[in-house]
Nanobody, 114 residues
């Protein structure tokens, strides 16, 4: 079992920045990939970014150039630095980890006001 706890969401003006954090606990030695997804009401959850244990990253086209994912394996934490935020980035952001199966955090709300 893996537990994920997100933090760092909030309200920010368009053009601003936020940094999300996700701390993993439990069977952390099994975690391969970590990442972030987001969801707005009435729509499917969508990929934001992922990072492997080795540091390989993958980004959604909609956030490339504005978002950076990083991972501290020693602290079992993954970060999402979001810059130049847009109103369309408003969503509930979920931390994700893959360790033989998928695990999800409870989500942290990001609201970007225009």
């Amino acid at each position: 079992q893996v537990q994920l706890v997100e933090s760092g969401g909030g309200l920010v003006q368009a053009g601003g920045s936020l940094r999300l954090s996700c701390a993993a606990s439990g069977s952390i030695f099994r975690i391969m990939t970590m990442g972030w997804y987001r969801q707005v009401p009435g729509k499917q959850r969508e990929l934001v970014a992922t990072i492997t244990r080795g540091g390989s990253t993958n980004y959604a086209d909609s956030v490339k150039g504005r978002v950076t994912i990083s991972r501290d394996n020693a602290q079992n934490t993954v970060y999402l630095q979001m810059n130049s935020l847009k109103s369309e980035d408003t969503a509930l952001y979920f931390c994700y980890a893959f360790a033989a199966t998928s695990y999800w955090g409870q989500g942290t709300q990001v609201t970007v006001s225009s």
